[in-house]
């Protein structure tokens, strides 16, 4: 029997029992996401909008939200908001929303409707960890297909998986997560035009980069566009968007729970989506941060660091990226390690752009965690 872990209470042997009798082999496989602790820390690790809201905005959606009737259901399908976002979007007619608790609820609906007996998903890896968990987590066997070193997707090397497996789902985060990089358009239209599946598209990016694949569900049947205003600036709301040739959106719809998107997040949403300037102008400043910071990693000795579309940066350093973490944590400063998770990820690291200041900092904290690590002498 394995000793307790520090901070949660002894297992009760009867529950321990239980849950190794009664819970499926392939949730028991799995570790839970794993969030790092941040408090007191310059968190540049999950790729959040470092801005808050200008004051008057703040005030605005006070107000607002001083109507906001808690004591009812939300209305189910968010209605208003998708006629918001149809339009924002300026969706092509014959496509449909559904809108999520965030895009991993959209990603999570997604599998468990495909989880066939015998179906596969294919993804590239190293990508977004949350495809590879969520398809185990229902039993959707998960095939993936390496990047090539420098991080591009390896397309003939998708084509035969998508050949050889026959998946219901190809995963495409574009930009990828954690690494930045976009596919070609006319390598994603290969893509998407060969699978035997759906293709789905995640841009929870787009506001960073300069490539949306939104207007092609006009023509293509088996392509999903994912989109979320986590990265944007509402980490903490929850809202992702799932867009999809109509159709998909009525066999989703049987498997989404009545009220995943609560009162105060439409309400919250179409404040938003009323101040589109307010948004834009901070991506904007992301991306002109995102220029300076990524030549300033390329200025240092030792240093590579991959062209990024996404509002991070993937760089690896010399030797001992698990240390240089651990000493810029010490100095405050929280980024992502991902040496370890994947081999083509050796030795890298994922920063996201924080604001100049908070830029200058993780600079600062970096050049002094590189002259103390062993690799970089
Ligand atoms: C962060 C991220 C998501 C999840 O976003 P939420 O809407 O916050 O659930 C989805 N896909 C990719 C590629 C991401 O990096």
Known sequence: MSEPEAGRAPGRARVERDVRRLVRDEIQALSAYHVQPAAGLIKLDAMENPYPWPAALREDWLARLREAPLHRYPDPTAAALQARLRADWALPPGVEL?????SDELIQLLV?????RGARAVIPEPTFVMYRQLAQSVGLACEAVPL?????IDLPAMLTAMERHRPAVVFLAQPNNPTGQLLAPEALARLVDAAPGLV????????????TALPWLAERDNLIVLRTFSKLGLAGLRLGVLAAPAGWQAALEKIRLPYNVGVLTQLTMMHVLDHPDVL????????????R???ALADLPGVEVWQSQANFLLFRVPDGATLVHRLLREAGILIKC???AHPLLADCLRVTVGTPAENASFLRGLRAALAAAPGSL
């Open 98 to 102: 559904l809108l999520g608790n965030g």
């Open 112 to 116: 468990m409707a495909l989880a066939r």
């Open 148 to 152: 090539r070193a420098d991080f591009s």
């Open 200 to 211: 789905v598209v995640d841009e929870a990016y787009a506001p960073f980069a300069d490539f």
């Open 280 to 291: 834009a102008d901070q991506a904007a400043a992301i991306r002109a941060e995102r220029a």
């Open 293 to 295: 910071l990524q030549s």
């Open 338 to 340: 991902l040496h370890g």
